[in-house]
């Protein structure tokens, strides 16, 4: 079992930046692979980014590629996610998944899902 624990969200002006951290426990974290996910109110769920367990890949959506950054530091089983010029379209509750051995964007049913932090950007 895998808890993860996000934070480092809050609210922001357009155009600032601000770095998610989430925090892993109960697994070996070297095995998974990691992803960040947001839902805007009324939206769906979407992928962010994404690095994988081994190679340390990284995914990104098309709205966030040159803008966010995902990196694991594996010392301290946490992942990151630097985000620079914000948009008021980033506004969302920011999810951090693990995914056993995961080498992709995609995460199944049976990754684990930390409880959400909340940014807000205003313009």
């Known amino acids: 079992q895998v808890q993860l624990v996000e934070s480092g969200g809050g609210s922001v002006q357009a155009g600032a930046s601000l770095r998610l951290s989430c925090a892993a426990s109960g697994g070996t974290f070297s095995n998974y692979g990691m992803g960040w996910f947001r839902q805007a109110p009324g939206k769906e769920r979407e992928s962010v980014a994404a690095?994988?367990?081994?190679?340390?890949?990284?995914y990104y959506a098309d709205s966030v590629k040159g803008r966010f950054t995902i990196s694991r530091d594996s010392a301290k089983k946490t992942v990151y996610l630097q985000m620079t010029s914000l948009k008021p379209d980033d506004t969302a509750v920011y999810y951090c998944a693990a995914e056993w051995k995961g080498s992709s964007s995609r995460f199944t049913e049976s990754a684990y899902w930390g409880q959400g932090t909340q940014v807000t950007v205003s313009s």
């Open positions: 690095i994988s367990w081994r190679a340390g890949n990284t």
